[in-house]
């Protein structure tokens, strides 16, 4: 059974705070790390696949960094905005199926 | 806009009544997933489908099956819903599990079980 976590479980910030939040996994087997938004009441949107050790990716205010010999992942969102609340699910692959983190739910107050 | 499209979003059922959630893809992928998730929990794997060839996950019960008439739609079946079964079951494709496997999902459809 494969392993992975993500802290915080749940995260409230006031507009215009940066925020980050982990993801970890097994340091075996790596082959591919995915980091999701899930809004309310749509489907989960793909943001990031990251395959490299020290990979670092961006799309807009969202980042992600990937350390696979230790097996974390962060992701940073600079400046929150209300619409960047979501879930955010990490799911990890060896080789052929995801296993998923329970998620991150971020909260960002007006 | 090609999508994962599930059907009911919302379904109502009694419990040990069958009840069938409905999954459409205009993505032409070969693989199709269902997953369950219950509250604040990961989501789960129950089975797959590569292109016709059914795959089931280990600890998935026998209450849970599933039906790919063709490529573009998946149905998850549970034959006799209990008060356990209550979550949200996601659908999602890709184009194959063997790379890195990137996945596209729909929104789901909450079930309730009375």
Redesign the interface.
């Known amino acids: 059974i494969l392993n992975?976590e993500q802290s915080p479980?749940s995260l409230h910030v006031q507009e215009g705070d940066s925020t980050n939040f982990t993801c970890s996994f097994p340091s075996s087997n790596f082959?591919?790390l995915?980091w999701?938004r899930w809004e309310t009441?749509?489907?989960?949107?793909?943001l990031f696949?990251m395959?490299l050790n020290g990979d670092e990716k961006k799309k807009g205010r969202i980042s992600a960094t990937l350390n696979t010999k230790e097996g974390y992942s962060y992701l940073y969102i600079k400046g929150s905005q209300p619409e960047d609340s979501a879930t955010y699910?990490c799911?990890f692959?060896a080789?052929?199926?995801?296993?998923?983190?329970?998620?991150t739910?971020l909260m960002v107050k007006p | 806009d090609a999508m994962v499209i599930q059907n009911p979003r919302y379904q109502v059922t009694q419990f040990g009544k069958p009840v069938t959630l409905s999954c459409s893809q205009t993505l032409n992928h070969n693989v199709m997933y269902w997953y369950q998730q219950k509250s604040s929990q990961a989501p789960k794997l129950l089975f797959h489908y590569y292109d016709k060839d059914f795959n089931n996950e280990a600890d998935t019960p026998d209450n849970f099956q599933s039906r790919r008439p063709n490529t573009s739609f998946c149905f998850l079946d549970i034959r006799s819903p209990g008060l356990g079964d209550a979550a949200m079951y996601l659908c999602a494709t890709s184009r194959d599990p063997v790379t890195y496997n990137e996945q596209f999902f729909g929104p789901g459809t909450r079930l309730t079980v009375l």
């Open positions: 992975v479980q082959y591919a995915h999701y009441a749509k489907s989960p949107e793909a696949v395959t699910l799911a692959n080789g052929n199926m995801l296993t998923f983190g329970g998620g739910r």
